[in-house]
T-cell receptor, first 112, second 106 residues
Framework: DGGITQSPKYLFRKEGQNVTLSCEQNLNHDAMYWYRQDPGQGLRLIYYSQIVNDFQKGDIAEGYSVSREKKESFPLTVTSAQKNPTAFYLCASSAQSGNTIYFGEGSWLTVV | DAKTTQPTSMDCAEGRAANLPCNHS???????VYWYRQIHSQGPQYIIH???NNETNEMASLIITEDRKSSTLILPHATLRDTAVYYCVNASKLTFGTGTRLQVTL
């Protein structure tokens, strides 16, 4: 079944711990994205990658890190430097930047 | 900055057409306008996109003004399942904004 898989769906972490959210796609897309969504708010771009081994900061990259070692994978690490990490995180991909974006089902991160 | 502007919320009676406007006055001539919708706590879903011409698919119609400064997404016969947040997006900018919360009622 083709698509974008995010894991885990729900994640709880203690304050000060780093946490990595997984995102895998089997759509053979070059571009991948990470968005953050807070309750009642729109989507804000954290990082995006247009091609393997390359990525750029989005609007709210501080406190986050990514890697793009494989075309199908774009993991996001929420570091302890992120002041308010509790949020809904969405991974997405598109054939190329500017094309239709397809989203995963999201991951809920709660930091206590 | 090529931002889009949408009303915060709209209501529509079931069976009626829902017309959702979007202003994108600073969009460039070669930038597509995309529409997505997000049902609570799910990933956004693609609806339709266009550049200059009006577009129609099985989900909706997209009307783009001749000057490309605004567009309207039309759901011809809204159902309760169309209740969602609708985003108008400048594809090249990757920004989604806060969208329009459409409430379809009986």
């Amino acid at each position: 079944d083709g698509g974008i898989t995010q894991s885990p769906k729900y994640l709880f972490r203690k304050e000060g711990q780093n946490v990595t959210l997984s995102c895998e796609q089997n759509l053979n897309h070059d571009a991948m994205y990470w968005y953050r969504q807070d309750p009642g708010q729109g989507l804000r771009l954290i990082y995006y990658s247009q091609i393997v081994n390359d990525f750029q900061k989005g609007d709210i990259a501080e406190g986050y890190s990514v890697s793009r070692e494989k075309k199908e994978s774009f993991p996001l690490t929420v570091t302890s430097a992120q002041k308010n990490p509790t949020a809904f995180y969405l991974c997405a991909s598109s054939a190329q930047s500017g094309n239709t974006i397809y989203f995963g089902e999201g991951s809920w991160l709660t930091v206590v | 900055d090529a931002k889009t502007t949408q009303p915060t919320s709209m209501d529509c009676a079931e069976g009626r057409a829902a017309n959702l406007p979007c202003n994108h006055s600073t969009i460039s001539g070669n930038e597509y306008v995309y529409w997505y919708r997000q049902i609570h706590s799910q990933g956004p879903q693609y609806i339709i996109h266009g550049l200059k011409n009006n577009e129609t698919n099985e989900m909706a119609s997209l009307i783009i003004t001749e000057d490309r400064k605004s567009s309207t997404l039309i759901l011809p016969h809204a159902t309760l399942r169309d209740t969602a947040v609708y985003y108008c997006v400048n594809a090249s900018k990757l920004t989604f904004g806060t969208g329009t919360r459409l409430q379809v009622t009986l």
